[in-house]
């Protein structure tokens, strides 16, 4: 959430940036309703500083056995007005809190600006796998090996949903055990394992509600989402809450089962895992101070990027362009795994900064050591990384011509020493 305050001295910058994100809000309203708001506050505090001392002109006049009925009755005309007004101030306050929470974060400056046609290709790694033979999609050799049924998670569930079987269950469990130790024993995260289930405010505190309402999962008898990602109640661990400088910076990593609606039509990416309602993910989230926050996107994108070189998967980082940065982001990185029998790159990460959007609108605070100032934190998060299309990519850079899976090195001893899936028939 942006500062009021900030919005007014800046608001040429706020309007350029929602410009640049191809959104369209009236900030002159807004900051029209904040003016017509002071005005009125303005107001309300002559009249009840009135009122405080006919209070006491009141108090003197009873002391002298003399009849206050007059001034009574004119504070009565003031306390009236005073009510009117508070109501006229609660109205616009409602009005400014529903535009303000559907104004984006400002993009940093090194974020291009434009449309998704405009992110740019910062780094890649690894080379895409060659075969002597034409390579299945995941779809064909799930199938074939017998680790994975659409068609039973469908009968169960309805369509985009999976159902891991043997050793396709097991590929996932070790997938994400390999990542929690990766981050935990290396890279110095501590390990959560929050609900899967959470409430409003959680979900407006990192900006998901009420932009993206219609894409959650809503329990409407409580009023509880299921969440999206652990980012939600991950970072929402210190809500409300004003954190000493010396904790500072503060790493969390988890895993939890996300879910998303995921509507509308897709095409051949309805089939398969590409999108689904439900997937796994190892998630990471950082409370850090603002001036280091842009240096811990860059350690937070090189923990993910370890994942996957670890793995020996070829992939590619792309800085977001300002029309495909997420709302409450900053600047994003997004790592895109490159995956053979679909020959398509899938995007299994996205590194994000928030700087204090997030933290304003969670009220998540710090106290500087050396002067006792209050301020607000820089949330960062990002995948540490996101299945299914991590099991996309590896089913299909590393399959054989007789359609087995080689088991990446680093997976190896998470699967008791199994190297290659083999279909059991």
């Known amino acids: 959430m942006l500062d009021i305050k900030f919005i007014r001295d800046n608001k040429d910058l706020v309007k350029e940036s929602i410009k640049n994100r191809r959104l369209t809000i009236d900030i002159d309203e807004l900051l029209r309703l904040d003016d017509e708001r002071r005005k009125l506050l303005v107001e309300v505090e002559g009249l009840k500083n009135q009122r405080n001392k006919a209070n006491d002109e009141i108090t003197g006049l009873m002391k002298a056995k003399k009849n206050p009925k007059e001034i009574i009755d004119k504070m009565k005309v003031v306390s009236q007005k005073i009510s009117d007004f508070d109501t006229k101030v609660d109205e616009i306050e409602q009005k400014l809190t529903k535009i303000t929470y559907i104004i984006p974060n400002i993009p940093d400056k090194s974020v291009p600006i434009g449309g998704p046609e405009e992110k740019k290709i910062v780094k890649s790694w690894g080379k895409n796998p060659t075969f002597d ?129 995921e509507a509308g039509s897709y095409g051949k990416d309805t089939r398969g895992m590409i999108r689904v309602h439900q997937f796994d993910k190892v998630e990471l989230v950082k409370f850090v101070k603002p001036e280091s926050s842009f240096n811990e996107l860059e350690k937070l994108l090189a923990d993910a990027e370890e994942v996957l070189q670890l793995l020996e998967l070829p992939y590619r980082v ?56 209050i301020s607000y934190v820089h949330t960062l998060n990002g995948s540490g990384v996101a299945l299914a299309r991590l099991v996309v990519a590896i089913l299909e850079n590393y399959q054989n011509k007789d359609g087995s899976v080689n088991i990446p090195k680093a997976l190896t001893p998470y699967m008791d020493g199994l190297k290659v899936i083999m279909s059991s028939e």
């Not at 999206?228 to 970072?235: K, L």
């Not at 900053?330 to 053979?340: G, N, P, R, T, V």
């Open 133 to 261: 033979f034409n390579p299945r999609t995941h779809i064909e050799l799930a199938e074939l090996l017998g680790i994975i049924s659409f068609g039973t998670a469908s009968k169960i569930s309805g369509s985009n949903f999976i159902l891991f079987l043997g050793l396709g269950a097991r590929l996932e469990r070790a997938l994400i055990n390999f990542m929690l130790d990766l981050h935990t024993k290396k890279h110095g995260y501590k390990e959560v394992f929050p609900p899967f289930l959470v409430n409003r405010r959680s979900m407006t505190g990192t900006g998901q509600l009420p932009k993206l309402e219609e894409d959650m999962y809503r329990l409407k008898d409580d009023d509880l989402f299921l969440i999206p990602t652990a980012e939600v109640p991950v970072t929402n661990i210190h809500a409300n809450e004003i954190l000493d400088e010396e904790k500072l910076p503060i790493y969390y990593t988890a895993y939890t089962a996300c879910f998303r609606r």
């Open 318 to 373: 792309v800085l977001l362009s300002t029309g495909d940065i997420s709302f409450a982001a900053a600047k994003c990185y997004d790592i895109e795994l490159y995956s053979a029998g679909t020959d398509a790159y899938l995007e299994v990460s996205s590194c994000s900064n928030f700087t204090d959007f997030q933290a304003r609108r969670a009220g998540i605070r710090y106290r500087q050591k050396a002067t006792k100032k």
